[in-house]
């Protein structure tokens, strides 16, 4: 079984089950996290990522970010629709939920991921919908 079950299991919303699978997964697949992070273009040049991942929610956005012109980048639903991603090492910006299944699903694919998420916590509300959600 993949989660812990018992009483207080049982009372999780499904949004709540799947914020704890997320994190149990981004650990298990050792994706470094960093939380109180705001992005700029000089953190993400620092950590030497082959490519940026923009996930800022189920409504793609660019952020007005000086420089953000001047890196390779792509939208989180360019990774979800499979497209290819060239590069082993991956930055994500936004620890929501969905860039945290950008973040896993790169991971599984054999990538190292840093996920970047200026809150102190990753995966959001437990309102929102997953991005898988979102496609079906």
Known sequence: MW???GPYFDCLTIGERS???LKTMLR???VKIHLNTVFNVDAINRVHSDILVIARGMEPCI????GLNEIPFIQAEDILDKKNILGMNIAVIGGGRVGCEVAEFMALDGKRVMLFEM?????GSKEQKTANEAFI
């Open 19 to 21: 914020g704890i699978y």
């Open 63 to 66: 952020p007005d970010v000086k």
């Open 119 to 123: 809150m102190k916590e990753i995966h």
């Open 28 to 30: 298990k697949n050792k």
């Open 3 to 5: 989660m812990e079950e």
